[in-house]
Every structure is written in structure tokens, then in C-alpha cells.
Nanobody
């Protein structure tokens, strides 16, 4: 059974940092492109950042570029989202998703597996 589990969400002050983890069981993340998405209250889910399979190319949405970075640790079968300079508008539930052997893209419909989400709240 495939399972993605996000962790690392928390309450953080503006300007702070968090590192989210996406741990997988039932699949080898190395062969999957991983996307990070978020959904704020009352808003549609949006793509944040992604990392491709194989060559690990990455992409970040304009709203987070320069602040958020995606990386993977194949030995731990885990993908990370490093978030720096967090702002209140980054408050959302963050989800990771996986699609087999793919380029990095933030098209939700392409992803086959989703985690349950982790809450990130940025507030003073």
C-alpha cells in the first residue's frame, strides 16, 4: 500500500523557517517526481514547488521562488521542502504528491498519490 506522510508543519513567526518532510512507504521516491502543493482557507489548492524523477531538476512557483527549496534524500526515501522567510500568506495546509517517472510540474491532475497534509501557520 502506497502512503505519503507529510510532517514538520508548525506555527512560526514571520521571517522564520520550516522544513517539511514527505516520507514514502510502498514506493521508491527516487523514481517519482514529487510536487508540493498548499491550500489556504477559502482558497483553491495551488502548486508550490516540485522535483523531477531521475535528474532532480526543480521548480518553484513565483510566489515562493528564492524562499522555498525542494530536495530529496533517497536513502531515507524522503523529500523535503525547505521554507525560508515565511510570511503570513504562506499559511496553509501543505501536501506532497507523487507521480511515477516524470518531469517536475505543478499540474495536480498528473499526480497519482497524495499525502494527508501538514498545517503551516505563519503568525506573530
Amino acid at each position: 500500500q502506497v502512503q505519503l506522510v507529510e510532517s514538520g508543519g508548525a506555527l512560526v513567526q514571520p521571517g522564520g523557517s520550516l522544513k517539511l518532510s514527505c516520507a514514502a512507504s510502498g514506493l521508491t521516491l527516487e523514481y517519482y517526481a514529487i510536487g508540493w502543493f498548499r491550500q489556504a482557507p477559502g482558497k483553491e489548492r495551488e502548486g508550490v514547488a516540485c522535483i523531477s524523477s531521475s535528474v532532480d531538476s526543480t521548480y518553484a512557483a513565483n510566489s515562493v521562488r528564492g524562499r522555498f527549496t525542494v530536495s530529496r534524500d533517497n536513502a531515507k526515501n524522503t523529500v523535503y521542502l525547505q521554507m525560508n522567510s515565511l510570511q503570513p500568506e504562506d499559511t496553509a495546509v501543505y501536501y506532497c504528491a507523487a507521480v511515477y517517472f516524470s518531469d517536475c510540474a505543478l499540474r495536480e491532475y498528473e499526480y497519482d498519490y497524495w499525502g494527508q497534509g501538514t498545517q503551516v501557520t505563519v503568525s506573530s
